[in-house]
């Protein structure tokens, strides 16, 4: 069972289906029994329906996925059929004009289909390192940045490169699958393959302990 810094509350809003097709309820003999309710009282028996619209499933969607992926635990809440106790609850709602609403434990919430996206679901829900990142600063000699840039992106281990001004002229973000990788293969992976670029002239590698992202993995 998640931990309650990893449990969500998603509360949606669906509609009372409306249909123009009278199904009295039947009686055992399977004969319409009478209930005085007018043909337009429309119903499917004595059971109302309900129905999510599409942005909203969809945000539903997008949520479950996302926390399926980073190990949360999402319960939706349908304010239109909750009881006596969920209402209570959902005075967290109060003032509330968009529906769906997605609020964690922490405090931040998002409300209305417009807000629910991969960036803003992955900030909702920061999740460990599933592999080991690395940050090293290049110093090169002048030359072609282009070539360069070039050779650096072909290397798989290279996510992200960021080109800088001061003591050190590149900042490169590596990584590694599995969160076991150990500094010495990091440090052997920068010292062989991005200390033999001709123009690398000097590096500095630094390894985090322990990482947490918000970023879409």
């Given at each position: 069972?998640?931990?309650?810094?990893?449990?969500?509350?998603?509360?949606?809003?669906?509609?009372?289906?409306?249909?123009?097709?009278?199904r009295p309820p039947t009686t055992g003999t399977g004969i319409p029994a009478s209930t005085g309710r007018a043909p337009d009282e429309a119903s499917v028996g004595d059971s109302p329906v309900y129905f999510l619209s599409d942005?909203?499933?969809?945000?539903?969607?997008m949520v479950e996925e996302t926390a399926n992926a980073?190990?949360?635990?999402?319960?939706?809440v349908d304010v239109e059929k909750a009881g006596r106790l969920e209402r209570l609850v959902a005075e967290r709602l109060r003032g509330v004009q968009n529906f769906p609403v997605l609020i964690s434990t922490k405090g931040p919430r998002l409300e209305g289909v417009a807000s629910f996206n991969e960036d803003s679901l992955c900030e909702l829900m920061p999740t460990e390192l599933k592999s080991t990142r690395a940050f090293t600063y290049l110093?090169?000699?002048?030359?072609?940045?282009d070539r360069i840039r070039t050779l650096l992106e072909t290397l798989p281990e290279v996510k992200e490169m960021h080109f800088l001004?001061?003591?050190?002229?590149?900042?490169?973000?590596?990584d590694f699958p599995g969160a076991s990788s150990n500094k010495r293969q990091v440090l052997d992976?920068?010292?062989?393959?991005i200390r033999g670029i001709p123009e690398?002239?000097?590096?500095?590698t630094v390894l985090p302990e322990y990482s947490v992202s918000k970023f879409p993995l």
């Open positions: 069972m998640a931990d309650d810094a990893h449990e969500l509350v998603l509360y949606v809003q669906s509609k009372k289906a409306v249909t123009t097709v009278y942005d909203q499933a969809r945000c539903v969607a980073r190990g949360y635990h999402v319960r939706v110093k090169v000699k002048g030359g072609d940045l001004t001061g003591d050190w002229d590149i900042l490169v973000v590596l992976f920068v010292t062989d393959r690398v002239l000097d590096t500095s």
